[in-house]
């Protein structure tokens, strides 16, 4: 499960790039639209609230519709039942039940002269209305207690130009607050001046609530606009406080009404908040596109760098699958095709090897046969010559040749087993010239009339090799130096050459050199043109060379004899 998570190293670049792509504009935009958003539900908040309580305050000219509708109704019947008298309700008992359903909680007939006739409570009217008025919010005493009321105030002819009035009221009671709440959904409260102050008229939380507003949203509700606050009631709603104006024009009561602030819809308006979840929102959701980015286009990277890396091991059965038709796939399609050929190219390079090593191996069979019986022939000769002759003279002649032939048999066998099986080398840090100098007092006892001139220009440089195996590659090589400069006098030049970081060691005889056709076959095994060599001279100096680290070449030149040289190279002081 958790490997399904894992990423590689270009994985982690590709969603670190993108992570920081989308990471900053998402930080703007997170910022930016934390604000918008906030803002917008804020408006849309106290755009809510300002309606809902227009419905309140629509709920008040309904309130004076229902009273007049009730009029009406109280018209027609009081044909026969309207009765307008001192201590008398003018609500038939039928009636009562409408008038409470319209939301009529307050009765007064009052007659021409002014004088109350009617209350349907204990309740006296503080506030005056105009004349002609018909509908108000007025004061209403009821003893203790002071109220709003809406009332409607109905014309009834009394005779001779005069009238009755009759009151139609709904006190803002507590009953009336709690229907407004029902109808709005919106908390609602009323605050009436006490002892300088606004308070609640209905004590909720056992005494009545301060209304809490600063002076300036005061003055703005004395001047009868209405005041609102996203944080109203100690930040508890978003609310909208009204002033209600009685009659005689004067700020009697303030009218809140209140969406309480929930926790989901708080979020919403709460702008860091917001802003915090979108750029969270952002980010895992440029994680997620890193993430399938990743996988999706670097997976065939990652395919293809697998498969490079096994056909580097010489792995060439790496193949890459193809998932896509683009370019991606394309290239995968490319390196399979590739690694196909370069899998059948190295099969044949095989079997190729496997050819040649066979038929150098038979070339190898022919010449050592061709070398071992000419000597055999010449044993079996002499031998048969020796059996059949008398003549000592001739048996001690043929006992020469015969011990002649086997140790030239025998030098073959050596060189065989040189050639096949020199030993381990042992380096160790020497004088460059050190194998050729002995190899030269080897060589050179007894011939006096050979001139050796020395020409060394390596200093104190230092190599490090196998002294022993230079020596008898050194040794091969003044052979033939000595031979093809035969028993006459000669002379040999031997010096050294820094260069750039090699020591070159080189032996340059006076003989008649090597023609120009004979110098690409020098290194072949058995190529000779003595009589008696075995062609194995150089391949053996060549083999203990290369086994010490060094690299044998022939010189040409327009010098007169041949030129040999070894390149060795030079070991640092400090590595010693
Ligand atoms: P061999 O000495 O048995 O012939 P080598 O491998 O040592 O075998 O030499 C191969 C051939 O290279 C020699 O036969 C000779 O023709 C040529 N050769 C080698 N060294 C010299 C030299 N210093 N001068 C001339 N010819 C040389």
Same mark, same amino acid.
């Given at each position: 499960?958790?490997?399904? #998570?894992?990423?590689?190293?270009?994985?982690?670049?590709?969603?670190?790039?993108?992570?920081?792509?989308?990471?900053?504009?998402?930080? *703007?935009?997170?910022?930016?639209?934390?604000? @918008?958003?906030?803002a917008r539900i804020d408006e849309s908040i106290e755009h809510w609230v300002r309606e809902s309580t227009q419905l309140d305050e629509g709920a008040l000219s309904d309130l004076h519709r229902n009273a007049r509708l009730f009029v009406d109704t109280l018209n027609q019947v009081g044909q026969r039942h309207l009765s307008l008298s001192r201590g008398r309700s003018p609500i038939p008992e039928n009636l009562q039940p409408l008038a409470s359903e319209l939301g009529i909680s307050l009765v007064?007939?009052?007659?021409?002269?002014?004088?109350? %006739? =009617?209350?349907?409570?204990?309740?006296?009217?503080?506030? $005056? @209305?105009?004349?002609?008025?018909?509908?108000?919010?007025?004061?209403?005493?009821?003893?203790?207690?002071? !109220?709003?009321?809406?009332?409607?105030?109905?014309?009834?002819?009394?005779?001779?130009?005069? =009238? +009755?009035?009759?009151?139609?009221g709904t006190l803002f009671d507590k009953e009336f607050l709690n229907r407004m709440s029902r109808l709005s959904g919106l908390?609602?409260?009323?605050? =009436?001046?006490?002892? /300088?102050d606004f308070a609640t008229a209905f004590a909720e939380e056992g005494r009545p609530l301060k209304l809490r507003l600063p002076a300036a949203a005061f003055a703005q509700l004395q001047n009868r606009q209405s005041y609102y606050s996203a944080t109203a009631e100690d930040g508890r709603y978003w609310g909208l +406080? &009204?002033?209600?104006?009685?009659?005689?024009?004067?700020?009697?009561?303030? @009218?809140?009404? /209140?969406?309480?602030?929930?926790?989901?819809?708080?979020?919403?308006?709460?702008?860091?908040?917001?802003? !915090?979840?979108?750029? #969270?929102?952002?980010?895992?959701?440029?994680?997620?596109?890193?993430?399938? !980015? &990743?996988?999706?286009?670097?997976?065939? *990277?990652? +395919?293809?760098?697998?498969?490079?890396?096994?056909?580097?091991?010489?792995?060439?059965?790496?193949?890459?699958?193809?998932?896509s038709r683009d370019e991606l796939g394309e290239l995968a399609q490319a390196f399979n095709a590739m690694a196909i050929s370069l899998r059948e190219a190295r099969n044949e390079?095989?079997?190729? #090897?496997?050819?040649?090593?066979? $038929?150098?191996l038979g070339e190898l069979s022919l010449a050592m046969a061709h070398e071992i019986r000419n000597p055999i022939g010449i044993i079996n000769t002499a031998s048969r010559l020796f059996t059949g002759s008398e003549d000592s003279q001739r048996r001690i002649e043929m006992c020469r040749v015969i011990q002649e032939e086997s140790q030239r048999l025998n030098h073959l066998l050596n060189d065989f087993q040189q050639l096949a099986r020199h030993r381990r080398p042992e380096f160790k840090v020497i004088d460059p010239v050190e194998p050729l100098e002995k190899a030269l007092q080897v060589m050179l006892a007894g011939r006096e009339e050979i001139v050796v001139t020395k020409v060394y220009n390596h200093g104190d440089l230092q190599v490090s090799a196998d002294s022993e195996l230079l020596r008898q590659a050194w040794l091969n090589l003044l052979r033939n130096a000595l031979e093809a400069m035969g028993s006459d006098a000669g002379t040999l030049e031997v010096g050294t050459q820094v260069q750039d970081k090699q020591i070159e060691i080189y032996l340059q005889d006076s003989g008649p050199g090597i023609p120009i056709e004979k110098m690409t076959r020098l290194f072949e095994p058995f190529f000779t043109t003595k009589?008696?060599? &075995?062609?194995? /001279? %150089?391949?053996?100096?060549?083999?203990?060379?290369?086994?010490?680290?060094?690299?044998?070449?022939?010189?040409?030149?327009? @010098?007169?004899?041949?030129?040999?040289?070894?390149?060795?190279?030079?070991?640092?002081k400090e590595n010693k």
């Open positions: 499960m958790l490997a399904a #998570f894992h990423l590689n190293k270009l994985q982690r670049k590709v969603l670190l790039v993108i992570v920081l792509i989308i990471l900053v504009p998402m930080l *703007v935009t997170g910022v930016l639209s934390g604000r @918008w958003v906030s007064q007939v009052i007659g021409p002269t002014g004088e109350l %006739l =009617y209350s349907s409570r204990p309740a006296t009217l503080v506030t $005056s @209305w105009a004349p002609g008025q018909e509908t108000a919010v007025v004061k209403v005493n009821m003893g203790t207690q002071n !109220l709003l009321a809406a009332i409607t105030i109905s014309r009834i002819p009394a005779g001779s130009g005069q =009238y +009755y009035r009759l009151v139609l908390k609602t409260r009323l605050f =009436y001046p006490e002892k /300088g +406080y &009204s002033p209600v104006v009685t009659a005689s024009g004067q700020v009697e009561a303030v @009218w809140f009404s /209140g969406h309480e602030r929930t926790r989901r819809l708080e979020f919403l308006t709460d702008e860091s908040a917001l802003s !915090l979840a979108i750029i #969270f929102f952002g980010l895992v959701l440029a994680l997620g596109v890193g993430f399938m !980015l &990743s996988r999706i286009v670097v997976r065939p *990277v990652e +395919y293809l760098h697998e498969a490079v890396m096994r056909l580097a091991a010489q792995d060439f059965r790496a193949e890459i699958p193809i998932h390079q095989q079997r190729e #090897f496997q050819r040649d090593k066979l $038929s150098a009589d008696q060599g &075995s062609g194995l /001279g %150089l391949t053996i100096a060549n083999t203990l060379i290369e086994a010490s680290g060094a690299q044998l070449e022939f010189v040409p030149g327009d @010098w007169a004899g041949a030129r040999f040289a070894l390149r060795i190279p030079i070991v640092n």
